[in-house]
């Protein structure tokens, strides 16, 4: 879609795409957003990128990470969840172990399937376990 393009206000896109979640329910309709959020992703400029680093939890580049490794969950394909997962696990650090208990706790509220749920239970592993408040 953006092959070679970077988008310098992503903020209507990010939003757009979060609105087209919420709607849809279908795994196969998650993953063709999955796909297109992927394209979004990577076509978010170095400099946004940088630029959004902060306290802010409104800035795009969080707010599209996040929902992404949402539909990702939603469109109970294993291998997008690793994918989207290793992205904010890697970009997001601040953000994963919120976001994998708080996925842990979606999986009996939402009846995800096993698979589904020994992907978000390595990552909870990983970024949860053994994690202590002093």
Do not use: K
């Not at 994918?83 to 706790?105: I, K, N, S, Y």
């Amino acid at each position: 879609l953006f092959r070679s393009a970077e988008l310098q206000r992503p903020g209507p896109v990010v939003n757009a795409a979060a609105s087209l979640a919420n709607g849809l329910h279908q795994p196969d309709d998650l993953t063709a957003l999955y796909a297109l959020m992927r394209e979004v992703a990577d076509g978010f400029s170095p400099a946004l990128i940088q630029e959004s680093a902060g306290g802010d939890p409104t800035r795009p580049w969080r707010v599209l990470l996040l929902d992404l490794a949402i539909v990702a969950t939603r469109s109970h394909r294993p291998s997008l969840m690793a994918e989207a997962f290793d992205r904010l696990c890697d970009q997001l650090p601040e953000d994963a172990p919120d976001f994998f208990r708080e996925g842990m706790g979606q999986m009996d509220v939402l009846g995800y399937p096993q698979p589904v749920r020994e992907v978000m239970e390595r990552y909870y592993t990983l970024w949860c376990a053994g994690q202590r408040l002093h």
